[in-house]
């Protein structure tokens, strides 16, 4: 290979809840230089979510500009990673939002979602889509605005009013409204597209009351969705994924029974299943993933790292987050005490959002080192049921789960990785390069401008910084796992439980 060649560089927006990043990657992964800048929430009423769209796009062009004024050779091509679901509409003329964007966390849909629920159409549409009924998907957003903003509907229907989530937006202000596309991922989490036939759904369209003529082009992760004039230098786009799937492609997911898991403010685990499409039967979700016509099982917990942030906010025991380790490692053993950091609810596999956070197991010699040892364990304990709900559905396809690849904040303590490791029972492995969201979409962006000839090849630049081996017996991990069921079940509001 060329000298030339190797000195491509790849260029990566990550755009997410809290910030918009743009992350310089040389052609082997290595970060070369990155900028941020954050992203203010709105929150217009109780359970409402909202970000500006305006303010979405300066940052990313703010970021993205910044990091190009570094890079050592020509930047073969662009990758977009980014939060999804959330949604947004524009005038298909000027470029000017209609509405501010709506946040996947947003919870205005969910009166919608349980009148859909009562006529019994939730199975129907995760038949076809994958997803549960729940406003946090794309439909009810859509929906919602379109009955909202004045007129919007009917200029939908004329293909005045354009629709997309983060990426159809930031495709289209990147090439100057040449391009209004949007990738298998992103479509896959809107609610309104057909797993199997991989296009929009019509009867799902006429559910929700969406015209066609407003939505994006879906195509490959790996495709060409233009060029980004915008930036002041000719920079193809030539990947496009949703965070989750561009970090389960960085971390090299590529066979069936691979599994990622990223931990930042909660978690989210994917298992990738190859071609099948295989329903969950356990509250989980089936999505499309960014490598070639492949799927996987997602699950999520809503709380990981924040519990971190809510000893050292709230109750104030540590003054950084990185504090935790050091203050865990001192804590006495105290094998009946358990926390429960359902703070919002319990996500998958439970679902219940009526769910409250308790300690339980407290005695008087339990201080702040036991109660942080605790809630690190807690994010443990909840990876196993995602694992365990994962590993039901899996069996059915004949997949077997070996270990388990960790990014993301909390990744960096290593207690919390042995831990993870001896309650869960899998080998968890930690990627040298820990921006595994940016770069997966620095790679996409790479494979289609030609830096690799297929995923082996992106495979071989996967490295590993450290494993961790489980060290408890299965029995001291299934005792202890018991406990944390028992706990769990002592906040729930409904005794419903995924079945296999």
């Known amino acids: ?113 349980a009148q859909l629920k009562a006529r019994g159409l939730e199975a129907m549409i995760a038949r076809r889509t994958g997803l549960l009924l729940d406003p946090y998907f794309s439909a009810t957003k859509l929906e919602w605005l379109l009955k909202s903003v004045k007129g919007a509907k009917a200029r939908a229907a004329r293909g005045e009013v354009l629709f997309g989530t983060v990426d159809s937006w930031l495709i289209w202000k990147l090439t100057e409204g040449r391009v209004h596309a949007t990738d298998v991922t992103n479509a896959s989490r809107t609610m309104l597209f057909n797993l199997k036939a991989r296009d929009w759904d019509e009867e799902l369209l006429e559910l929700f009351g969406v015209p066609r003529a407003m939505l994006p082009e879906v195509r490959e992760s790996v495709a060409d969705y233009g060029v980004a004039a915008a930036l002041g230098a000719p920079i193809p786009i030539l990947g496009v994924a949703g965070d989750q799937q561009a970090a389960s492609f960085g971390q090299a997911c590529f066979a069936p029974g691979d599994v990622k898991a990223t931990y930042g403010t909660g978690c ?77 609810g319990l996500g998958a596999p439970y679902w219940d959002a009526g769910a409250r956070g308790a300690i339980l197991g407290l005695t008087r010699d339990a201080g702040a080192a036991e109660i942080a040892r605790a809630a690190l364990d807690a994010v443990c304990y909840q990876t196993r049921d995602l694992l365990d709900a994962m590993l039901r559905d899996a069996r059915r396809a004949r997949l077997k789960l070996r270990t388990l690849k960790v990014d993301g904040g909390m990744v960096a303590n290593d207690a919390f990785c042995q831990r993870l490791a001896d309650l ?23 494979l289609g401008a030609g830096l690799f000839r297929d995923a082996n090849e992106i495979a071989r630049l996967w490295a590993l910084d450290r494993r961790f081996t489980p060290r408890m017996t299965a029995q001291a991990r299934d005792r202890a796992w018991r406990g944390w069921r028992e706990a769990v079940r002592r906040v729930r509001t409904t005794d419903a439980a995924p079945q296999d």
């Open 1 to 113: 290979m060329s000298a030339s060649i190797m000195r491509h560089c790849l260029l990566a927006i990550d755009q997410g809840t809290t910030s918009s990043r743009a992350i310089l990657f040389d052609r082997r992964g290595r970060p070369l230089a990155s900028h941020a800048a954050p992203l203010k929430q709105i929150y217009p009423a109780s359970g409402w979510v909202e970000h500006d769209p305006l303010e979405i796009w300066a940052g990313v062009r703010k970021t993205a500009r910044r990091v190009l004024q570094a890079a050592p050779g020509k930047v073969a091509a662009l990758g977009i990673t980014n939060q999804r679901e959330t949604s947004l509409i524009w005038d298909a003329k000027t470029g000017r939002p209609l509405a501010n964007a709506i946040v996947w966390q947003d919870r205005r849909g969910a009166a919608r979602c």
């Open 268 to 344: 989210f685990a994917l298992v990738h299943t190859g071609k099948a499409i295989v329903p969950s039967r356990n509250r989980l979700l089936t999505t499309a993933l960014a490598s070639g016509k492949h799927h996987a099982i997602e699950g999520s917990i809503f709380i990981a790292g924040a519990v971190v942030q809510w000893l050292r906010d709230e109750l104030g025991v540590i003054a950084r987050s990185a504090d935790v380790e050091a203050l865990a490692a001192g804590a006495k053993p105290m094998p009946g005490l358990y926390f429960v950091p359902a703070f919002t």
């Open 424 to 446: 869960t029972g899998l080998a968890v492995v930690r990627p040298r390069v820990t921006e595994t969201t940016a770069l997966g979409a620095a790679l996409l962006a790479g």
